[in-house]
């Protein structure tokens, strides 16, 4: 199993790094935090890799920090929880948030997250409130991303499945703060304006 990759970056969007490394490129899903966490294209980039295997597919997701990976795989065990739904809570909703909401029996929070209904929220309650750290690992700064930031923040939204019309209008009222922004913080201002 591939557990961790380093090397050049030669692809970069919201949820997908393509890394060259001895020569092979490999095609790895990311969240949105770590995209952000990503450096520019050319520039070397360490991962540390969940390899999902089915029958019919062997899939990478990528993560910068560690306790992003851990916390991926612990919503892994909880049932109905696949891969690519694990990687769209860790987009919408920061992992200090995330652990928190779940500590707190917080329902209601974590139902903002596109994709997640109350009974997938409260199985997130139930199966891991007692198997998450108070903590994040390794809670680092948000770095701010580096490409045109509002194009990536509207490639994200569709990529989760946002309607494009719907998805430009909430980028525009998170926009409309005028200063410059990170990826992190207009993309879910934009997802909190899509969930009212």
Same mark, same amino acid.
């Given at each position: ?8 970056l ?7 790094? !393509? ?16 995209? /952000? ?13 969940? +390899? ?18 851990q ?7 909880? /049932? ?18 995330? !652990?928190?909401? !779940? ?11 596109p994709?997640?209904?109350?009974? +997938?929220?409260?199985?997130?309650v ?7 750290? /108070? ?62």
């Open positions: 199993m591939i557990a961790h990759l380093r090397g050049n030669l692809v970069k969007h919201p949820n997908q790094a !393509i890394i060259e490394t001895g020569g092979v490129g490999y095609d790895v899903t990311i969240s949105v935090p770590t995209f /952000s966490d990503l450096p520019a294209v050319g520039g070397e980039v360490s991962l540390h890799i969940h +390899t999902h295997v089915r029958e019919d597919q062997l899939a990478l997701y990528g993560f910068v920090r560690a306790g992003e990976k916390l991926f795989e612990k919503l892994l065990t909880v /049932s109905g929880i696949g891969p690519k739904l694990a990687i769209t809570i860790l987009s919408g909703m920061a992992a200090d948030e995330m !652990i928190g909401a !779940i500590r707190g029996n917080d329902v209601a929070r974590l139902i903002r997250i994709g997640i209904g109350r009974k +997938t929220a409260e199985r997130m139930l199966e891991l409130r007692d198997k998450l750290p /108070s903590q994040p690992s390794d809670h680092e700064e948000v770095i701010p991303a580096i490409t045109p930031v509002e194009e990536d923040v509207l490639s994200a939204l569709l990529n989760l499945g946002y309607q494009r019309g719907p998805a430009e209008k909430a980028l525009a009222a998170a926009s409309k703060a005028g200063k410059a922004r990170s990826f992190d913080s207009l993309f879910r201002e934009a997802m909190g304006a899509l969930s009212k």
